[in-house]
């Protein structure tokens, strides 16, 4: 099990509240997996509030409907 988008922005919280961290990806071929990623209004309010919301939607693409 991963942690995703969630253990991505507890990483960020928890190091900007001064704790030390490493964050380890377990795949050693760590290679894309042909799916897209989807972000609910949810996930998009966490990466506004921790301020990274512009760098995501800078490299993210648009695959709308």
Known sequence: ???GITGMC???SLAR??????????DPAWKALGA???????TL???GR???LPQV????????W
């Not at 897209?36 to 949810?42: D, E, I, Q, R, T």
């Not at 939607?57 to 709308?64: E, H, S």
């Open 1 to 3: 099990m991963g942690g």
């Open 10 to 12: 507890a990483a960020i």
């Open 17 to 26: 509240a001064g704790a030390d961290i490493d964050l380890v990806e377990a």
């Open 36 to 42: 897209g990623l989807s972000l609910n209004g949810a």
């Open 45 to 47: 309010r966490a990466l």
């Open 50 to 52: 921790l301020g990274v």
């Open 57 to 64: 939607v800078a490299q993210g693409a648009w695959c709308g």
